[in-house]
């Protein structure tokens, strides 16, 4: 199999990492133990699990990291669309990251 990094889903889930530790960079102080660690945690599972699974030995075994995955993407885009409606993110900012995670 090859290397994780060259599979495209690893490569834009790790851009949608990057992309929300740079959002969550300008959430409230007080939410760096909630909303902002919480959202951090969730989308780094992603290409984390991504990474995990494309080891593994059995197809069966890669497609449930590839589930885990898509759990976490969707807390994710949860968390991303709680941080817009409590203001910490506007609309014209959160969209396309959202969008971005509709297409992973």
């Known amino acids: ?3 994780f ?3 495209r889903v690893w490569q834009r889930s790790h851009a949608l990492v990057l992309a929300v530790y ?6 409230p ?5 909630g909303l902002t660690a919480q959202l951090r945690r969730a989308v ?3 290409p984390t699990n991504i990474a995990e699974g494309s080891k593994r030995r059995t197809g069966q075994d890669y497609a449930r990291f590839l589930n885990l995955a898509e759990g976490s993407l969707a807390e ?3 968390l991303i669309i709680l941080g817009r409606d409590l203001g ?3 609309a014209s900012t959160v969209n396309p990251l959202l969008a971005e995670a509709d297409e992973i």
């Open 22 to 27: 740079k959002l969550t960079e300008c959430f």
């Open 29 to 33: 102080s007080d939410e760096r133990f």
């Open 88 to 90: 910490y993110a506007t």
């Open 5 to 7: 990094t060259d599979l």
């Open 1 to 3: 199999m090859q290397p």
């Open 76 to 78: 994710t885009q949860y």
């Open 44 to 46: 780094v599972s992603v």
